[in-house]
């Protein structure tokens, strides 16, 4: 569990975080959404205690990270960049980090066996490959048997075998009853994988529900009907919950109706259509719809 | 399986032995010591006959053979300022805070076992560098028995011990290899330089507590310079701007973002 109050980070002038409060619940895969700049790996630095808070608290288990006199087995983290010496073996990477805990070095085996590092693990990890890069990440974070797991951006760099290895994983670690926390800037990646979601844009609190009600309320459908008798068609379909936009004189982009109760306007008022088609907004749409006022950069 | 000190030394222990440049750079740095003290003893045997009066006057056969400390101790510099800078650098401070939250265990046995392993491998090189180097003085040099040679073998190892500490401080300080490296070397080899552009009574004022200047007491029995302190009070000096740097390093360690 993983509980946020207030949450703030300021660099000088700059709001990296603002005021945000949320709880991440175990047995549940946690997604944590926001283009780049957003406030996710602030946020999560601030969960492992690396950065202090400007204002709030976060706490992990019920303490603050620090406090915990096992901080590894009560979280186990992925952060963003190689978090590893890139002259040190895998193996001596996760033995030194084990040896903080006293974990012994079978578990350091088992990890390794687990990500499948087993035949590179005397390797220089500056030799690594990203996607080895990450499966070592992982196996950092699972070394103390944790039973919260903070991963920034997992999937980054794996190739989709990888991609679905971890899926599987993290499902499987919420299937065990571990919270999970998982932060991306993709979209559908989430929705496949994740069954809550929270969302930051520019540092604030944009979303916090199940994935199906967010999915539910973001995929309201537009319908495009091209009719030479916009202007008489848009009055009869203006209602409380619909919103009739003009692209072009004969063209209108509705949204709140499905094409079927406009088809069904049309025939009623003898209106001719020469076009209806329903535009299924992707998740990317709905995710930049909302936050696109809060993307700090542009690509 | 709780995080503890013995655990955090242990830990330390393995990041220390399984980065191939530790082991290079000590290498270096044992090898400047015994090769420079050993050479300039044969050399200065050899061309005994044309070194002047005054020159012979000076002469001091314990120093000359441990003059490889004055390289020694960058080598040992940057392995110190390396230990966590180079952790900053790949990004690997993260992992090791975020094993260590409360942090200062990653300091505190970081320089203990730096000091700790450290010291009889440099023991054993200023030893040998004395030994070669008196064996190439031959006739003009003199034995481990004079008085001081033995507490100069040991002050020369202790003097690189706490200069590889003082530059660990630094290094978790301004947490940047190049940055580390260039303070230390402005602090052992610039300050004292421009000391010496100082008017007479600033220079004799500040000058001699320099580290360099003052940790010089710890392996120079006869300094040239008379305004210079003694071993013990010099050997504290030093040991004071290592505990100054260790401290002020905790202190940042505990306040700023990692």
């Known amino acids: 569990m993983i509980e946020a109050r207030g949450l703030s980070k300021r660099y000088g002038d700059k709001v990296a975080v603002d005021d945000v409060s949320f709880t991440v619940r175990p047995g549940h895969v946690t997604g944590f959404l926001g283009p780049n700049g957003a406030g996710k790996s602030t946020t999560m630095r601030m969960i492992l205690g690396l950065d202090a808070p400007s204002a709030g608290t976060v706490t992990v288990n019920g303490r603050a990270y620090a406090d915990h006199p096992d901080p590894l087995r009560q979280v186990g983290a992925l952060l963003e960049a190689k978090a590893v010496h890139t002259s040190r073996s895998a193996y001596n990477h996760l033995l030194a980090l ?19 590092l087993t035949d590179v693990a005397r390797k220089r990890v500056g030799a690594f490959s990203l996607g080895m890069g990450q499966r070592l990440g992982l196996a950092s974070a699972l070394l103390g ?15 989709p075998e990888g991609i679905r290895w971890i899926r599987d994983l993290l499902r499987h670690l919420a299937g065990e009853g ?35 009600e967010f999915l539910a309320t973001a995929t309201t459908t537009h319908v495009l009907v091209r009719s030479p008798d916009a202007d008489q068609l848009a009055a009869l379909l203006q209602g409380p919950d619909v919103t009739v936009q003009r692209n072009a004189p004969d063209l209108l982009d509705v949204a709140g109706l499905s094409a079927a109760a406009i088809g069904e306007t049309a025939r009623d ?19 930049m719809d909302l936050t696109s006022d809060d993307v700090e950069y542009r690509t | 399986m709780n995080v503890t000190w013995p655990h955090v030394v242990r830990s330390e222990w393995i990041k220390l032995r399984s980065l191939r440049s530790t082991w290079f750079t000590l290498a270096g740095a044992v090898l400047a010591v015994i090769v420079i003290g050993t050479v300039v003893g044969y050399a200065t045997n050899a061309h005994w006959s044309s070194i002047g009066p005054e020159e012979r006057a000076r002469f ?47 300091l505190t046995a970081k320089a203990v076992l730096y000091a700790v392993v450290l010291y009889p491998v440099l023991l054993a090189a200023t030893l040998a560098a004395f030994l070669w180097g008196q064996h190439g003085l031959a006739s003009h040099g003199t034995t ?51 000391g010496q552009a ?61």
């Open chain 1, 98 to 116: 084990a040896a903080t805990h006293g974990i012994p070095t079978s578990r350091v085996h088992e990890v390794l066996e687990l990500v499948g």
């Open chain 1, 145 to 159: 048997d944790p039973k919260v797991l903070v991963l920034d951006e997992p999937v980054n760099g794996l190739d």
């Open chain 1, 178 to 212: 571990r919270t999970v926390f998982v932060s991306s800037h993709l979209m559908s990646e989430m929705a496949q994988t994740a069954d809550h979601v929270i969302v930051l844009g520019r540092g604030r609190l944009k979303a916090d529900q199940p994935m199906s």
């Open chain 1, 269 to 287: 008022s003898r209106l001719l259509l020469t076009e209806l088609t329903p535009q299924a907004a992707s998740l990317e749409e709905i995710f």
């Open chain 2, 60 to 106: 001091e056969p314990i120093t000359r053979s441990l003059v490889g400390v004055n390289l020694g101790q960058l080598i040992i510099g940057v392995l110190g300022v390396l230990l966590i800078s180079g952790e900053y650098a790949t990004g690997m401070v993260r992992a090791t805070f975020a094993a260590v939250p409360r942090r200062l265990p990653v």
């Open chain 2, 144 to 194: 481990l028995s004079a008085p001081h040679a033995l507490r100069a073998v040991l002050g020369a190892a202790a003097y690189l011990d706490l200069v590889g500490l003082l530059a660990l401080a630094l290094g978790f300080i301004v947490r940047s290899t190049a940055g580390g490296i260039a303070t230390l070397v402005g602090l052992l080899l610039v300050l004292p330089g421009i």
């Open chain 2, 198 to 258: 100082l008017p007479q009574s600033w220079r004799e004022n500040t000058v001699p507590y320099l580290p360099s200047q003052a940790g010089g007491a710890l392996y120079i029995p006869r300094p040239e310079d008379p305004g210079s302190l003694h071993f013990w009070a010099g050997g504290g000096v030093l040991c004071l701007w290592v505990l100054g740097a260790l401290v002020i390093a905790g202190v940042l360690l505990k306040r700023r973002d990692v």
